[in-house]
């Protein structure tokens, strides 16, 4: 599946099974208030959970705190804002 620039995403294989796996490009312990309005937008987009914490790279811990409003309260009204403005 190609990115949104065209290009495949990268790759690498296990060193003993060869199956091919996902590199993990950023890894976040917690997210900030842009990431999380991110995470709201892409959900409304229709994304799916599990590739909104990939994408993101984070936990679905750190995803779910943002959509239940735990963290970063406001994010999902900057979606919103943001989405209605684009």
Do not use: C, S, W
Not at 14 to 21: Q, R
Not at 47 to 62: C, E, M, S, Y
């Amino acid at each position: 599946m190609a990115d949104l620039f065209g290009g495949e995403p990268p790759t690498e294989r296990h060193p003993i099974t060869g199956i091919v796996l996902n590199v993990i490009a950023k890894k976040r312990r917690a997210l900030t208030f842009a990431e999380a309005v991110t995470a709201h937008i892409m959900r409304m987009q229709g994304v799916t959970f599990t590739d909104i914490v990939h994408k993101l790279g984070t936990n679905a811990n750190r995803v779910g705190e943002v959509f239940k409003g735990e963290e970063h309260p406001n994010a999902k009204t900057e979606a919103y804002r943001l989405l209605r403005a684009a």
